[in-house]
T-cell receptor, first 111, second 112 residues
Framework: QKEVEQNSGPLSVPEGAIASLNCTYS??????FFWYRQYSGKSPELIMFIYSNGDKEDGRFTAQLNKASQYVSLLIRDSQPSDSATYLC???????????FGGGTRLMVKP | NAGVTQTPKFRILKIGQSMTLQCAQDMNHNYMYWYRQDPGMGLKLIYYSVGAGITDKGEVPNGYNVSRSTTEDFPLRLELAAPSQTSVYFCASRRTGLDGYTFGSGTRLTVV
């Protein structure tokens, strides 16, 4: 089992729809969780982080964390073509010295 | 405030050559990291540092070396380059062990 797993996609949604991106992790000691967006040929950029169970909203983005199920998700409301990118889930494991990244989910938003 | 600066942006090496990838941050972050990203793949940790004078291996350290003589700089040394080291290399930093990373713009390395 990979430490952080994501469906590689592509996930295709129409413009204006809600995109739902999912991530599972294996280490129950994980403390903080991050979502990064990476455009093709660019470096990852942080869009959301969450530490506590429940939902956290920031504009069109909502991160959801369920530690009992070891599951973290990212919802993007009113998806735009500019949201088309690869979304990386990252988890702060154990001692917290480094992030472990999933393989990423490629999102395509069609006009 | 430049953030995390990586140089060079692109480099082509011949098999057996050596080079140093530079990484500097101006945010006074203690934690610094080197990752590689192969096409269509996630990020794999090469080396990391939790402060000046302290470095540790990540998931894929073979063929690489690092040093951390100052808080600002964290160079990555490739010795005897091999085609398997063809990748995009990202340097990242963060203030504490609970924060997210700030990434540099990356170095695209090709070994031929």
């Amino acid at each position: 089992q990979k430490e952080v797993e994501q469906n590689s996609g592509p996930l295709s949604v129409p413009e204006g729809a809600i995109a739902s991106l999912n991530c599972t992790y294996s280490d129950r000691g994980s403390q903080s969780f991050f979502w990064y967006r990476q455009y093709s040929g660019k470096s990852p950029e942080l869009i959301m982080f969450i530490y506590s169970n429940g939902d956290k909203e920031d504009g069109r983005f909502t991160a959801q964390l369920n530690k009992a199920s070891q599951y973290v998700s990212l919802l993007i409301r009113d998806s735009q073509p500019s949201d088309s990118a690869t979304y990386l889930c990252a988890v702060n494991r154990g001692a917290g010295n480094m992030l472990t990244f999933g393989g990423g989910t490629r999102l395509m938003v069609k006009p | 405030n430049a953030g995390v600066t990586q140089t060079p942006k692109f480099r082509i090496l011949k098999i057996g050559q050596s080079m140093t990838l530079q990484c500097a941050q101006d945010m006074n972050h203690n934690y610094m990291y080197w990752y590689r990203q192969d096409p269509g793949m996630g990020l794999k940790l090469i080396y990391y540092s939790v402060g000046a004078g302290i470095t540790d291996k990540g998931e894929v350290p073979n063929g690489y070396n690092v040093s951390r003589s100052t808080t600002e700089d964290f160079p990555l040394r490739l010795e005897l380059a091999a085609p398997s080291q063809t990748s995009v290399y990202f340097c990242a930093s963060r203030r504490t062990g609970l924060d997210g990373y700030t990434f540099g713009s990356g170095t695209r390395l090709t070994v031929v």
